[in-house]
């Protein structure tokens, strides 16, 4: 069986477990809507481009989008993802293997770590008041959350994230300075620097949105 080949009998198999989800390009990805139709979770499996017979090898990755946000232009509609391992505290980028014996043992824990994990994050935003409290709340900080919390929560919760971010961030002292930076400059001249370091585009949003940072 070709690597593809191989790749795709273990997705469908994956999907198979979760009949909730539509299955979209032989397994590949996963998409569910949320009860509100505002929310879309997807799951996406992501092939290494080296794959040949002996190595054949994937990484699944997780993404919730808003339809809400993306047409007020907020963050393109991205709320929160990424790939699995880091997500799930444990080793980033790890690829699984599906070459030879290792097949059944990928297919049964890649399902379980779905059942086990990435469900019940995507339950969790179904109840949008309580998560939005939870991530306040919680940890630990996720920077693509702030656009969520500003549009679903208000401008009052999003400001009070913002300053829980500045606050547990390493890069506070280098965020902070930023913002300071912006209230010298135009609203042209901070359209002209969001992409200046990673972070900025979240400090200019902030900035832009009255988000203040506590004294």
């Not at 929160?80 to 505290?89: D, K, N, P, Y």
């Not at 043992?105 to 939870?134: A, M, W």
């Not at 506070?172 to 200046?196: A, G, R």
Request: aromatic content about 14%; overall charge neutral.
């Amino acid at each position: 069986m070709k690597p593809r080949e191989l790749c795709e009998k273990a997705w469908q198999e994956i999907a198979g477990n979760f009949p909730d989800f539509n299955i979209i390009s032989k397994g590949q990805t996963l998409k569910k809507t949320s009860k509100n139709k505002d929310l879309t979770y997807e799951i996406h499996f992501q092939a290494n481009r080296n794959n040949y017979e002996c190595s054949v090898e994937f990484i699944p990755h997780i993404a919730i989008y808003s339809k809400g946000m993306k047409k007020a232009n907020i963050n393109n509609g991205f709320v929160f993802g990424g790939e699995i391992g880091a997500l799930l505290g444990r080793t980033p980028f790890k690829w699984w293997q599906l070459a030879g014996a290792s097949y059944k043992y990928t297919v049964e824990e890649i399902s379980g770590l779905i059942r086990e994990y990435i469900i019940p994050i995507f339950d969790e935003f179904e109840d949008k008041e309580t998560n939005i409290d939870n991530i306040i709340n919680g940890k630990p900080i996720v920077h693509n959350l702030l656009y969520y919390v500003y549009y679903f929560g208000g401008k009052d919760k999003a400001e009070k994230y913002f300053n829980k971010i500045l606050k547990e961030d390493k890069f506070k002292n280098k965020y902070i300075s930023f913002y300071n930076k912006l209230k010298e400059m135009s609203e042209e001249e901070i359209s002209q620097v969001s992409n200046e370091f990673n972070g900025a585009g979240l400090i200019q949003f902030a900035y832009l949105n009255g988000l203040k940072i506590e004294e």
